[in-house]
């Protein structure tokens, strides 16, 4: 079973924007899969158990906010 990461993503306003997060954040190592609603704002990350959880935390930061959305704080 994987480990799972949810996450709350702001600024996006359209399927183009979940598309633009969703990408960025599967072109991450250790990710399999992220589902994201932009409506919302919810992003399921399924990890790949490939790298630890607790190491991908700054990684999937980074991958949002690289394409102009941010990650709002737990």
Do not use: Q
């Amino acid at each position: 079973m994987s480990d799972i990461i949810d996450i709350t993503v702001t600024g996006m306003s359209c399927d183009g924007c979940a598309g633009k997060v969703r990408s960025a954040l599967e072109s991450t190592e250790g990710v399999a899969s992220a589902d994201v609603d932009h409506a919302s704002g919810a992003v399921r990350v399924r990890l790949d158990g490939t790298v630890p959880a607790d190491d991908l935390e700054f990684a999937l930061d980074e991958a949002v906010e690289g394409v102009g959305y941010r990650v709002e704080a737990p």
